[in-house]
């Protein structure tokens, strides 16, 4: 067990965890965009500054990636860790200006975005390239569909050679982490389309009910993963028939 | 060739090689580093041979090719022995002529001689050269004498004794104890004492360890560790064999980047031969001590010689950094301890190791010993390689090196560090160059880029240009720099459109600072550095381009305007013939005009006129 501070409190960690967990845990909001609790740290938003106080040196860090250590101090409001989580959000915002939870932080933060005469920000693609469905694609669910692509401004998330992504299962857990909600899910009728990855899956239809309710690749992937056949059955019924 | 399996067999080797020497015999030297072979190097050694031939000469005349010497922009560069007469810029026609003088007649050819742009005078010595004169050359000065494809060459000088001495007569604690004492300080930039990262990488847990050189070198102008690596391998390999035996590692890496072809032929061939004379591999003279050595080759991102990313990509994954709470000396390559130096770093070990720590730091300045080799390149009369004890001021390096500002214009700015680096102006010409003071004035040692720039640079521009380079090296993982440097060149860009508002430099103050104190790597971290300090040194310049849309140093295209003073014309049309959009007006014989609807300030005309009548406002 490990014991530091955090805004001058004293507070246990466990060994590997990060310090932006340990916050969470206990109850202390640090803004973050690019972290998942599931998934490893990435430290690309760059939001989830703190001030770490280790011996004599003080340092701003991201907490994602900072390990718990013995002894150390951590501020999570210092004017520092403001002044760059607000810059940070700045920086941010045009991005995915549409996006509401972008929005709604870029306010908590005093970020609000002001067209000024001066500025002619690009709109972006709603896309912050915080990795987060990367991470997903291949921690979680294991099949690494999607990766970084160019690097710089150019940087972007992408299926392998831009074309469409056989190894995608249309499982959408992409979806649910994205935090700018840039990636979208359609189904339609007997198709799912992710219109993001260009990826367009054919459903699977109830025995019962004939309702398209699972695309064919997921339940495949899932049969070849636990290597047990007998659920082949299983997924003949949709959840509503079983 | 048997292998060498004790240091008596080194020492034999040793002696037969100097054996061989004879004092007397001219050797013919010719560069043939990348600058020189640029200009032809290749096709003189080969007139060289068949004229010596053609004369009977070759067996009284030895050609030797050798590294890089420095003094590129002389290149094609040859020198004499044992006279070491010096000859610049050298054709292939001139070949028959030099065999004649001075291999027969023991003259010299005049015209070939190196002639002092500001005093006219010629030199006839290498030696004599201003631009080496000032120097003192104790890593960079073997360059010259060793062909780097020949391992006998650099054996012949004592090469590998070091390592000899170190594997059988110190244990690890003692050599390691060595290099603290000497206070090496790594030469990629950090300044971060060598000893310690080793000492940290021998005492952290784990039984394999390794050593890597970064020869990922990126900066643009910048070009040393290309030349030591191209022109010396063999001092790298030695100074890396010492460190891993100091830490404890039985295998190591160079990792160097694919645009550097000679490098990676002669480190290849030299760690080939290395091995071929048992000076690598298994039981290293007889010492117990294994040792192997891997090149690796990169891509050629400029963030992959940023440490963490470099061990990414010797893993094979993306050249990518990471955080480093955790320091690679303790957890690097593959998850063991790892110590990363670069290329200059490693060739100072065999140097310590030889002459001692005592005499390393008896060069250089108190905490800065030791020499550091800078690539002095813009605006000075001599461009070229450079090695100076740390502390020599930057006036001394540009005035007595680089011979002074070119066409007698005025300085203006010395940039150092690499493209992260800041813009020190006049007033600290004369801080000497050291780690900490580089720092101090907001720039840094990087890997020892030095950019000097005259009065006729625009600072706005030059900051633009840094953002633009480092907007697209960066790898864009962190936000801060990926949007951060970008947003500091769109709005650097809009200032030298003319389009800048007073808001502009409040922006580019914020931006640097996140950039800057939110970024995880020092790509991020020392990005801001150019628009920093020409912030700080030349705000001036950004209030003209802002306030009254003027860019006082006549670069910036949208604010300038050419015009032509009809008192100096006189009608030549020489203008006319070169201007590409017919923006010169006129009939030949009188003074004619621009006409600045058409003109699109490419300066051509500038250039071409001989009376000075095109003016620039």
């Known amino acids: 067990m490990i014991t530091l501070t955090i805004n001058g409190k004293k507070y246990e960690a466990q060994k590997n965890q990060n310090l932006l967990q340990v916050a969470l845990d206990n109850g202390i909001e640090i803004p973050h965009l690019c972290y998942h609790e599931k998934l490893s740290p990435y430290g690309g938003c760059r939001l989830c500054q703190v001030e770490v106080t280790k011996g004599k040196k003080v340092e701003l860090t991201t907490s994602c990636t900072y390990p718990a250590v013995q002894g150390i101090q951590v501020e999570t409001e210092t004017p520092r860790v403001q002044r760059a989580r607000r810059l940070m959000m700045k920086l941010i915002l045009p991005m995915a200006p549409e996006s509401p939870k972008i929005q709604k932080l870029a306010r908590e933060l005093g970020a609000e975005y002001i067209p000024s005469s001066c500025r002619s920000r690009e709109k972006g693609d709603s896309c912050i390239k915080c ?5 997903a694609c291949e921690e979680l669910v294991g099949v690494s569909t999607i990766t970084f692509s160019s690097k710089g401004p150019e940087r972007k998330v992408v299926p392998p050679f831009e074309e469409e992504p056989e190894s995608c299962i249309g499982c959408g857990t992409c979806v649910h982490v994205c935090p700018t909600g840039c990636i979208t899910m359609e189904d339609l009728g007997r198709k ?41 059955e299983w997924f003949d019924l949709c959840p509503d028939c079983r | 060739m048997n292998r060498l399996t004790s240091v008596s067999d080194l020492e034999k080797l040793q002696k037969e090689l100097a054996s061989r020497n004879q004092p007397e015999r001219p050797v013919v030297t010719l560069c043939q580093g990348t600058g020189c072979k640029a200009y032809a190097s290749g096709k003189i050694y080969k007139a060289f041979e068949k004229e010596l031939a053609l004369r009977g000469l ?30 610049c810029r050298v054709k292939p026609e001139d070949i028959p002529e030099i065999v004649e003088k001075t291999l027969v007649e023991k003259k010299t050819v005049d015209r070939l001689l190196f002639t002092d742009p500001v005093s006219g005078e010629k030199f006839a010595h290498e030696s004599e050269i201003p631009f080496y004169k000032y120097q003192r050359r104790v890593i960079f000065g073997k360059n010259r004498l060793v062909d780097p494809q020949n391992i006998e060459d650099y054996i012949g000088l004592e090469g590998y004794s070091a390592l000899a001495h170190a594997i059988t007569r110190l244990n690890p604690e003692k050599v390691l104890l060595e290099v603290k004492k000497a206070n090496l300080r790594g030469r990629g930039g950090a300044g971060f004492p060598t000893g310690i990262k080793w000492e940290t990488t021998r005492n952290a847990p784990g039984e394999k360890k390794y050593v890597i050189v970064n020869a990922d070198e990126g900066d643009p102008g910048a070009y040393m560790d290309r030349s030591l690596l191209e022109g010396n391998p063999h001092l790298v390999l030695e100074g890396l064999a010492i460190g891993a035996y100091a830490i404890g590692a039985r295998e190591g890496f160079v990792f160097v980047r694919q645009e550097y072809p000679l490098a990676l032929e002669n480190i290849n061939k030299a760690v080939q031969q290395a091995k ?121 390096i540009i005035y007595d090196i680089g011979g002074g500002i070119k066409d007698g214009k005025k300085f203006k700015a010395v940039q150092t ?50 953002m633009q380079f480092l907007k697209e090296e960066s790898c864009g993982k962190c936000i801060s720099c990926r949007a951060g440097i970008k947003e500091m060149h769109e709005i650097l860009e809009r200032i030298t459109l003319g389009e800048g508002c007073e808001k502009d430099l409040e922006q580019l103050t914020d931006l640097a600072w996140i950039t800057e104190n939110a970024s995880l790597c020092a790509l991020g971290r020392t990005a801001s550095n150019p628009v920093i300090s020409t912030l700080k040194y030349f705000r001036e310049e950004y209030k003209a381009h802002i306030r009254e849309k003027h860019c006082p140093a006549g670069v910036c295209k949208a604010l300038i305007h050419y015009s032509i003073d009809p008192e100096r014309c006189n009608g030549c049309g020489r203008c006319q013939k070169v201007c590409s959009v017919e923006a010169v007006e006129g009939e030949k014989g009188a003074p004619i005009s621009i006409n600045n609807d058409f003109c699109i300030r490419c300066g051509i005309c500038q250039e071409a006129c001989r009376f000075n009548a095109v003016m620039v406002e």
């Open chain 1, 131 to 135: 990795g987060l469905c990367i991470r």
């Open chain 1, 192 to 232: 799912r389309k992710l219109e993001r990855w260009k990826r367009i899956l054919n459903m699977k239809v109830c025995n019962d009910c004939s309702n398209p309710y699972i695309p064919a690749a997921q339940v495949d992937y899932y049969l070849k993963r636990t290597g047990d056949t007998t659920l082949t």
């Open chain 2, 58 to 87: 070759t067996q009284k005349v030895s050609l030797k090719s050798t590294g890089c010497h420095g003094f590129c922009e002389q290149g094609p560069i040859i020198v004499i022995l044992p006279e070491e007469i010096c000859y």
């Open chain 2, 276 to 396: 071929e004379y048992g000076l690598l591999g298994k039981n290293i003279l007889g010492s117990g001590f294994d040792f192997d050595v891997t090149v690796k080759r990169g891509a050629g991102a400029f963030v992959s010689g940023e440490s963490s990313a470099l061990i990414s990509a010797i893993e094979g994954s993306a050249g990518e950094p990471r955080p480093k709470h955790v320091n690679a000396a303790v957890s690097g390559l593959w998850g063991s301890p790892t110590s990363l130096n670069n290329v200059e770093t490693w060739a100072n070990v065999p140097l310590i190791m030889n002459k001692g720590a005592g005499w390393y730091g008896s060069i250089g300045s108190d905490k800065n010993p030791g020499t550091k080799i800078f690539s002095l390149v813009g605006k000075v009369n001599n461009t070229g390689l450079i090695e100076v004890p740390l502390g020599t001021p930057l006036r001394n």
């Open chain 2, 417 to 466: 560090g690499g493209p992260s680096g800041g813009c020190i102006p006049e007033q600290h010409l004369d801080v000497p160059v050291d780690f900490d003071r580089l720092s101090q004035m907001g720039s840094m040692m990087g890997s020892g880029g030095m950019i000097v720039m005259d009065e006729k640079s625009c600072m706005v521009d030059v900051a633009k240009y840094f």
